[in-house]
């Protein structure tokens, strides 16, 4: 499988599906074999080398590096984002986790799970406290009923003062909510939408290699073809070429749909539920205000339950924002050591991208050869000058000699320098062209000339098809080192990464900041009404009593 499909699966994996906890289940051309992370006994040792700090583990006679340090083992895995995973894992009696970056490891996904436990235990705590106290308040309202005696202004002005208080801050935080989503959407459509340009156009760079390719099975020079293995060679190649190109391209477009479909329904649930949070504030302060006690209790109950689902909403946006941090910092530290063996090779076998090596090889062998066909026309026949009973090859060529095409590959395919008298690729056509003849009604040059107009458009179709392979040569080494994902990642890293951690945090913020807003003016609810209702009865029952009497019982 062709590397920016894997680019394509890593993505869906940051974007999408770090935000449901689940994964893709796309297959993989090279498994990493794990041992579990946490054996029972392990030897470690910490060393430092220029101010960094390398902990190198025994793991079951394999070793792990953390990155940071020295040696050149290939057999040494790559921890990724090891300092910012360094978390307590509940699944391992709450020790710190130590495998780094790994989307296939459970206890990862249960060290970061577990970051986001204190709003999962706030939400629980508060559903079910609260709701024990509404139980007992209605019960008492409805079995114990008493007349309030009297009321306390202090009681009574801080209540109102807190409310409002209370009440711009959810406020406020419904408008972080809105705009960091705003800003969360723009930055996922943006990554997304990169990653798919980076994707179509690998897609479209393969379709053009395969096209030369076919192109190049055509190729005719005065009746000389291709030989005929490399011919078939061409047909095999083209097969892995178009299968890949079509898989990158259809598994591009049903990803894109999947992730864009989630994008739009986060948005979509966190725009509602601002909007929701922030009626519920406003409804819920104005009713207080005007007494209206029995429209407070109901919204008192709705926003029971919707500050329960906004904590576990922050829990969520937490480990987001956790997962797509330490997402960032793995994709930089690989880009700096693509080679090593880390938890990415399940996503991007880099090492083992047999296609792009095969099609590289074959690019440079075809090129090559139609180079070496054209070449052998004109030493044989263009500037050979034959007798005239040696028809087709005699058609009264004459002048000063055509200059060979310069080869840009030894017979092992190595890079090779022109020598004087070459031609290069770019520029071979516009010289050929001095020295094309005007022929007669049998093809025989009747001017001076040593290539006729058939014989200069043909070589000139294979010169067009050798430099188009060769200009697709640095593509396909790309593809084959991973030097195309590297230069990926770190776009996404540098322009997309900073964007969405910091808009996810904002996000994070918005709704702690609603869901403890909420909370607290829930409660004031309650408090100020009951002040408030006390004060109605004081005023209406004991106007004799002195302004400064303080008679709540």
């Not at 709450?94 to 709003?119: D, E, L, M, Q, R």
């Not at 192109?215 to 293995?229: C, E, G, M, R, T």
């Not at 725009?271 to 929701?276: E, G, M, R």
Request: glycine share 6%; charged share 15%.
């Amino acid at each position: 499988m062709l590397i920016m499909f894997r680019a394509v699966q890593l993505f869906w994996v940051v974007t999408t599906c770090f935000l449901f906890l689940s994964n893709i289940p796309f297959s993989s051309s090279s498994q990493l074999q794990h041992s579990p992370p946490f054996p029972t006994h392990h030897t470690s040792s910490e060393l430092k080398s220029g101010g960094r700090v390398v902990e190198l583990m025994v793991n079951r006679g394999r070793r792990e590096r953390f990155l940071g340090g020295g040696g050149g083992d290939s057999e040494l895995l790559l921890v990724l984002a090891a300092k910012t995973t360094y978390r307590k894992d509940p699944l391992n009696h709450f020790h710190k986790y130590t495998g780094g970056w790994n989307i296939s490891n459970p206890h990862y996904w249960a060290s970061v799970a577990y970051t986001a436990v204190p709003f999962f235990f706030i939400g629980a705590i508060w559903f079910v406290v609260f709701g024990i106290s509404l139980t007992l308040i209605c019960l008492c309202f409805c079995c114990c009923r008493k007349e309030p005696y009297g009321y306390s202004r202090i009681a009574y002005a801080l209540s109102l003062i807190l409310l409002t208080l209370f009440t711009i801050a959810a406020i406020v935080g419904c408008v972080v909510l809105y705009t960091g989503q705003g800003k969360y959407h723009s930055s996922s459509m943006s990554t997304l939408e990169y990653v798919v340009e980076q994707a179509d156009t690998t897609s479209e760079n393969l379709r053009n290699v395969s096209q030369y390719l076919s192109a190049a099975k055509q190729i005719n020079v005065d009746q000389v073809f291709l030989p005929s293995n490399v011919q078939s060679d061409i047909d095999l190649i083209q097969n892995k070429i178009n299968s890949s190109a079509n898989i990158l391209s259809s598994q591009t477009q049903h990803n894109s749909h999947k992730i864009k479909n989630v994008i739009e329904s986060v948005r979509l649930a966190l725009i509602v539920l601002s909007a929701v949070m922030l009626l519920l504030t406003f409804l819920g302060f104005v009713f207080s205000i005007f007494g209206m006690q029995f429209l407070v209790y109901l919204l008192v109950i709705a926003g029971w339950i919707l500050v329960t689902a906004t904590f576990i909403l922050c829990g969520i946006f937490l480990l987001l924002h956790n997962v797509t941090g330490d997402t960032c910092v793995a994709m930089s530290q690989w880009v700096e050591n693509p080679t090593a063996h880390t938890a990415l090779d399940d996503i991007l076998p880099c090492v083992d991208n047999a296609t792009a090596q095969e099609t590289l090889t074959k690019s440079k062998e075809v090129t090559s050869q139609l180079i070496n066909l054209m070449n052998t026309v004109i030493t044989n026949i263009s500037n050979n000058n034959l007798p005239p009973n040696v028809a087709p090859f005699y058609y009264n060529q004459s002048g000063p000699p055509v200059p060979n095409l310069c080869n840009p590959f030894n017979p092992d395919l190595t890079d090779r320098a022109c020598t004087p008298g070459e031609v290069d690729l770019s520029n071979v056509t516009q010289v050929w062209s001095g020295y094309v003849c005007e022929t007669s009604g049998n093809g025989v040059c009747v001017t001076k000339g040593r290539l006729t107009r058939d014989m200069y458009s043909q070589m000139s179709a294979g010169v067009n098809v050798s430099y188009g392979l060769y200009k697709y040569g640095p593509f396909l080494v790309n593809l084959e080192d991973c030097t195309f994902v590297r230069e990926t990642f770190t776009d996404i890293n540098g322009r997309y990464c900073p964007g969405l951690r910091k808009y996810s945090q904002w996000i994070y913020i918005g709704l702690v900041m609603v869901a403890t807003a909420v909370m607290l003016s829930l409660l004031f609810w309650v408090i100020y009404g009951r002040e408030r209702r006390h004060r109605v009865y004081t005023k209406e029952h004991m106007p004799h009593h002195p302004a400064g009497f303080q008679a709540d019982k």
